[in-house]
C-alpha cells in the first residue's frame, strides 16, 4: 500500500488545525450563544470550560492521533479492545451529521456575501430576506456549492490540499476580522457595545448556571473541533518529534482569540445601527447583523467582506470534518482518495438536503441536527476519550504527550487527574442535562 500521507511543516499543521477550530463556531454560534445565555456571564464559564476541559480533550485526541497513525474508526480499533475497540463509530456518525448542516449554514453566508456586493441589505426587511434565504431550492443550492468546494479541496490531499488552502485561508481570515474589529471600534456605538460584552453578571451567573454551563460546554467541543476525531486525524499525519501541548495552546489560544474578536466586530455594529429588528438564535447574525449593515455606511461593502471571511472560515472548517470521514474509508478499505471523498461529500450532502430545504420560520431541521450532534454526540465523544486514556491507556497518553518535550513530569499527572475525575464528572452531568432536556 502507498505511503501514508503527512503534513509538509509544523505550521502546516498548526494552521490546519486553526483552521478547523475557527470557523462558524466562532463568528455563527458563539454570538448568539452568547446572547442568548446572558452575555458575559455565558463568555466566563466558556473559558473555564475551554481550559479545563476542552485543552486536555484536545491533548487525548493528539495523544491518540499521533500514536497510531490513523482514522479515529480505525485508531480506536488499534488501542482499544471490546466497546473501547468501536467508539470510533460515535466520531464518524457525529462527522456526518455536522458537515450537512454546516455546509447548508456556510451556503446562506456565501448567499449574503453576494446580497452585500450586490448592493446592500434589506433595510427593516432583514427577517424577510432571511426566511427568503433559507429553505426551497436556492438553499439547497448553495448547500451544494460549497460542498462541491469541500470535496474539491480533500480530493487534493493532505500536503496539496488541506495544509496548501489553510496557508492562504487562515491568515486571510485572521486580517479580515481584525480589520474588521478595528473599523467596529470606531463606530460611535462602541463604548456601550464593550461594556455589555465585557462586564459579566454575577447575579445571572448564581441564577441560571444549570443552563448556561451545558450550553456552554457544548460550544467548548464545537468550536475546539473535538469530540468526533477531527484532532486525532490531523494528528495522525504528524511527526513524532513535536510537542504536542504547545501546538495545543497555540490552536486553543487562536481560537478563543477569533470568537472574542468576532464578538468585537459584531457587538458595536448592533449597537451602533439603530436597529428595528432583533432575532436571537441561528438568524442573529443574518438577521440582526445584516440590518445593522443596512443602517450604517458603506454597510453593503462591509457586510460583503464580513460574510466572505466567515464563508472562508467554514471551509477551513468543513474540510477537517470530510478527512475525517474519508482518511477512514482510505486506510482501512485502501480506497482511492477522490472517489472516497466524491462518494462520502455526496452522501453528506445528501444529508443536509432536508435542513437546506426546510421552510419553517423556526429552522426545526436545523435545531434538531444541531442539537443531536452538539448536545449529544460531540460530549459524548469528549467523554468517552476522557474515560478511555484517563483509566485505561493512561502510559500510552503520557507517552506521546512527552514526545518533544521530554519532562512532561507532574503536567502529566494533572492532566490524567483532570480527565480521571472532573471532566468525566462535568461530562456526564452535561450530557445527563442534554440528553434529558432536549
Ligand atoms: N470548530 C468549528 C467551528 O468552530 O466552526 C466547527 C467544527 C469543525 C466542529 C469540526 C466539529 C468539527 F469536528
Ligand atoms: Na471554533
Known amino acids: ?43 466566563v464559564f466558556y473559558l473555564l470550560l475551554i ?17 497510531t497513525d490513523r482514522n479515529p474508526v480505525g485508531a480506536m480499533k488499534q488501542i482499544g479492545s471490546g466497546v473501547w475497540s468501536k467508539i470510533g463509530w460515535v466520531f464518524l456518525v457525529a462527522g456526518f451529521v455536522i458537515l450537512s448542516y454546516y455546509s ?61 488552502s489553510v496557508k492562504l485561508m487562515v491568515p486571510a481570515i485572521l486580517a479580515l476580522l481584525v480589520g474588521l474589529a478595528v473599523y467596529a471600534g470606531t463606530l460611535s456605538g462602541a463604548g456601550e457595545a464593550y461594556a455589555y460584552y465585557l462586564s459579566p453578571d454575577l447575579g445571572t451567573m448564581a441564577a441560571n448556571w444549570t443552563e448556561i454551563l451545558p450550553a456552554a460546554a457544548a460550544q467548548a467541543f464545537f468550536t475546539l473541533s473535538l469530540g468526533m476525531g477531527v484532532m486525532i486525524t490531523y494528528a495522525s499525519y504528524l511527526g513524532e518529534d513535536r510537542n504536542l501541548a504547545k501546538d495545543g495552546v497555540i490552536i486553543v489560544g487562536l481560537d478563543t482569540l477569533i470568537a472574542f474578536t468576532a464578538g468585537l466586530v459584531a457587538f458595536p455594529i448592533l449597537f451602533t445601527a439603530d436597529l428595528t429588528e432583533t432575532t436571537d438564535g441561528p438568524g442573529f447574525i443574518f438577521v440582526s447583523l445584516s440590518e445593522a449593515f443596512s443602517n450604517i455606511p458603506l454597510g453593503g461593502v462591509l457586510g460583503a467582506i464580513f460574510f466572505a471571511t466567515v464563508s472562508i472560515a467554514a471551509l477551513s472548517s468543513a474540510i477537517s470534518i470530510m478527512e475525517v470521514v474519508t482518511s477512514y474509508l ?45 448536545q449529544i454526540l460531540l460530549i459524548l465523544g469528549g467523554l468517552l476519550l476522557a474515560i478511555f486514556v484517563g483509566w485505561f491507556a493512561t502510559d500510552l497518553g503520557l507517552e506521546e504527550l512527552d514526545k518533544g518535550v521530554r519532562d512532561l513530569g507532574a503536567w502529566g499527572q494533572a492532566w490524567i487527574w483532570i480527565l480521571r475525575v472532573p471532566v468525566i ?14
Do not use: C
Open 330 to 374: 482510505i486506510d482501512e478499505y485502501g480506497v482511492d482518495r477522490k472517489v472516497a471523498v466524491g462518494a462520502l461529500g455526496t452522501a453528506i450532502f445528501l444529508l443536509g438536503v432536508p435542513v437546506a430545504y426546510d421552510q419553517s420560520a423556526s429552522l426545526v431541521w436545523l435545531v434538531v441536527y444541531d442539537g443531536i450532534a452538539n
Open 1 to 43: 500500500m502507498a505511503q501514508r500521507e503527512s503534513w509538509a511543516t509544523r505550521t502546516g499543521f498548526i494552521l490546519a488545525a486553526v483552521g478547523s477550530a475557527v470557523g462558524l463556531g466562532n463568528v455563527w454560534r458563539f454570538p448568539y450563544q452568547v446572547g442568548e445565555y446572558g452575555g458575559a456571564a455565558f463568555l
Open 104 to 164: 447548508v449554514v456556510a451556503g446562506w453566508i456565501l448567499q449574503y456575501t453576494v446580497i452585500g456586493l450586490q448592493g446592500n441589505y434589506a433595510a427593516g426587511g432583514a427577517g424577510a430576506q432571511f426566511a427568503a434565504t433559507t429553505g426551497g431550492l436556492t438553499s439547497v443550492l448553495t448547500h451544494a456549492i460549497f460542498m462541491a468546494a469541500v470535496i474539491g479541496i480533500v480530493a487534493f490531499g493532505i500536503q496539496d490540499g488541506i495544509e496548501f
Open 51 to 67: 481550559a479545563f476541559v476542552g485543552f486536555p480533550v484536545m491533548m487525548v485526541e493528539f495523544a491518540i492521533g499521533r500514536y
Open 425 to 438: 464528572v462535568l461530562l456526564l452531568v452535561v450530557l445527563w442535562q442534554n440528553a434529558t432536556g432536549v
